[in-house]
């Protein structure tokens, strides 16, 4: 196989990149439906190109560049199985003989990587750290610092890219998260393990309509995961728990018009006034909350092409809003322009970095809706 093949298979994965500020894209003819597992392979290439190929694949896959391969046996093996659920992008990887380090991000700065090991070991450097990874263990990464992998005996590794803020919030303190080990042995790290691994394993199966909350759901289990490891021993532990299971009760059930904070305070035998106080240390109060996330799954759903047959009516009422009128003021409201605006195919939509719809923290001030469940 000459080089250019092998780099054209490699570029063929590009489409997964991810643009800044932007949701992870697929070409058009791609993005027919959710359930796209795609695969990249060492199997058949020649063995003194697979170097070539799987540093490729690591770049473009995980948006790094200025990159170098080594490897530690030969010949090098890898095996990708990628996909997209909403704003995630997860890899399973498998391979052993191989080594690669990057040293800067390219389309994905803003995220976070998670490697969660399921078999063999994983080696990792990363911020000036260096972690064994052995089965049972996930870790994050900063995909705006340097990062190196090695697989010299083998191993199969998910790993996931998102969103800083979707998983973490603007207020945590990432250096203390960066290559720590999260057990996946009990717990909610096991919870995570296993969810994970059934979203990929079914990817093929899913619908479109399942995406946000199938990625809603990974980010909040990630969540729990850090707060239940971090919070061991540390009294603020019990109300960051509760304030995470808070959130993934109102994202489970967000299309229910009937979602209340009374709902919310019956479902978790808790009183509202308490609901309220383990929330305050958010930037948004707890209606509000709910508020926001029913706009922001509705603007991601008007930006997808998948949706572009559908009105704006009936994507708002399909995430609990019952009023086309309060729908359109609340979204001018977060977004700065009414939804029209911000649908797949409108040339004159109001644009904001990277060409993208304006994004709400450009506005100088949040929002307060005014209105509550």
């Not at 790094?64 to 199985?81: I, K, L, N």
């Not at 191993?155 to 973490?168: A, D, N, Q």
């Not at 009294?235 to 904070?261: Q, W």
Request: glycine share 8%; with cysteine.
């Amino acid at each position: 196989m000459k080089n250019s093949r092998v780099i054209a298979r490699a570029l063929d994965i590009s489409s997964v990149l991810r643009s800044p500020g932007a949701r992870l894209v697929k070409r058009p003819e791609e993005c027919k439906h959710m359930g796209s597992l795609r695969l990249v392979s060492t199997d058949n290439v020649n063995p003194s190109e697979r170097a070539l190929l799987i540093r490729d694949t690591l770049r473009n896959l995980f948006g790094r560049t200025g990159s170098h391969f080594f490897g530690s046996t030969w010949p090098a093996v890898a095996r990708f199985e990628y996909g997209n659920i909403g704003d995630i992008r997860i890899c399973k990887l498998t391979g052993s003989g191989y080594g690669c380090e990057f040293t800067r991000a390219s389309g994905s700065e803003g995220c976070l990587e998670i490697s969660i090991e399921l078999e063999g070991t994983a080696y990792f450097t990363h911020a000036g750290r260096r972690l064994v990874q052995p089965p049972g263990q996930w870790t994050v990464f900063d995909t705006d610092k340097p990062f190196a992998i090695q697989a010299p005996q083998g191993s199969e590794t998910l790993i996931l890219t998102l969103p800083r803020e979707k998983l973490l919030g603007s207020r945590c303190n990432l250096d203390e998260l960066i290559l720590r080990p999260f057990s996946t042995a009990f717990g909610i790290g096991k919870v995570v393990c296993d969810f994970v691994s059934t979203v990929v394993g079914e990817l093929p199966k899913l619908g479109s309509r399942s995406e946000p909350d199938l990625a809603d759901t990974v980010c909040h289990l990630l969540r729990l995961s850090i707060v239940e490891s971090l919070g061991e021993g540390d009294g603020r532990s019990h109300r960051e728990f509760l304030r995470e299971r808070i959130k993934a009760y109102i994202l489970s059930d967000l299309r229910n018009p009937e979602l209340s904070i009374d709902q919310v305070a019956a479902a978790l035998h808790c009183t509202k006034r308490y609901l309220h106080k383990v929330f305050e240390s958010e930037s948004a109060s707890l209606s509000d909350y709910i508020w926001q996330s029913r706009l922001d799954r509705c603007r991601n759903e008007l930006l997808d092409a998948k949706h572009k047959d559908r009105s704006v009516t009936d994507i708002a009422f399909s995430w609990g809003f019952s009023s086309s009128a309060h729908f359109s003021t609340a979204f001018k409201q977060r977004f700065g322009s009414p939804p029209s605006y911000h649908r797949a195919d409108e040339p004159n939509r109001k644009l904001g970095t990277g060409g993208h719809p304006a994004d709400p923290k450009d506005h100088a001030s949040p929002v307060q809706l005014g209105v509550g469940p």
